[in-house]
Nanobody, 121 residues
Framework: VQLQASGGGAVQAGGSLKLSCAAS????????MGWFRQAPGREREFVAA????????YYEESVKGRFTISRDNAKNTVYLQMNRLKPEDTAVYFC???????????????WGQGTLVTVSS
């Protein structure tokens, strides 16, 4: 199983980034997908999740209206479009796969290695 996250980088506040997570080694379209993030000195927190079909999405309150999660099952890839970025969005972002698209990290079976997003003020 592999989850390869990419697309992180440094951006100024108000800017945008799009993260991608390419999956392999498991039946991607049977799994919900989630994005989590971990800032220095803080616990890993839920950001967004999407069901296996893409029919339902869920967001952490602070990213609602700014971030959009989507998936392309033909490409085994999940995306996180991040707009109007804020310095407090700075973190390592992880993608994860679980049977259900839940906001709890312990519900996910597989994890990617993370990609760093740095937002400067």
């Amino acid at each position: 199983v592999q989850l390869q996250a990419s697309g992180g980088g440094a951006v100024q506040a108000g800017g945008s980034l799009k993260l991608s997570c390419a999956a392999s080694g498991f039946p991607f379209d049977d799994y919900g997908m989630g994005w989590f993030r971990q800032a220095p000195g803080r616990e890993r927190e839920f950001v967004a999740a999407i069901t296996w079909s893409g029919g339902s999405t869920y967001y952490e309150e602070s990213v609602k209206g700014r971030f959009t999660i989507s998936r392309d099952n033909a490409k085994n890839t999940v995306y996180l479009q991040m707009n109007r970025l804020k310095p407090e969005d700075t973190a390592v972002y992880f993608c994860a796969a679980g049977r259900l698209a839940l906001p709890r990290a312990d519900e996910y079976d597989y994890w990617g290695q993370g990609t760093l997003v740095t937002v400067s003020s």
